[in-house]
């Protein structure tokens, strides 16, 4: 029962378990059938047209800037103490030179 315990095989039940539930729902659910209007564009009981919209990548500054700032403070939050302080110490230098090169192209 011990070998439950080691990730990889955990990973292998969990993945099974979950392949299982997928065919299971797969086979016992509501099939898909085309039907004319379903994909149409509607909204507020009216037909509209849809039209293309071009996407803007302004938001990954900020979330490459969240997950920056969040992945540093998860680092130090788990360093141990003594001597390997120092290497949490360096990893901060270095965060905080990525966020000054990060605030500087803005």
Request: glycine share 8%; proline share 4%; charged share 15%.
């Amino acid at each position: 029962m011990e070998y439950f315990n080691y990730p990889p095989v955990a990973f292998a039940l969990f993945l099974s378990l979950a392949v299982i539930i997928f065919l299971a729902v797969r086979t016992f659910g509501v099939k898909y059938k085309p039907e004319e209007g379903k994909l149409k564009t509607y909204a507020c009981g009216e037909d509209i047209a849809g039209k293309k919209v071009q996407h803007g990548y302004n938001f990954f500054h900020i979330a490459f800037f969240f997950t920056i700032l969040h992945f540093a403070a998860l680092i130090i939050a788990t360093i141990p103490g003594g001597s390997l302080a120092l290497f949490g110490i360096l990893y901060l230098v270095v965060i905080l030179v990525t966020i000054v090169i990060f605030l500087k192209d803005r």
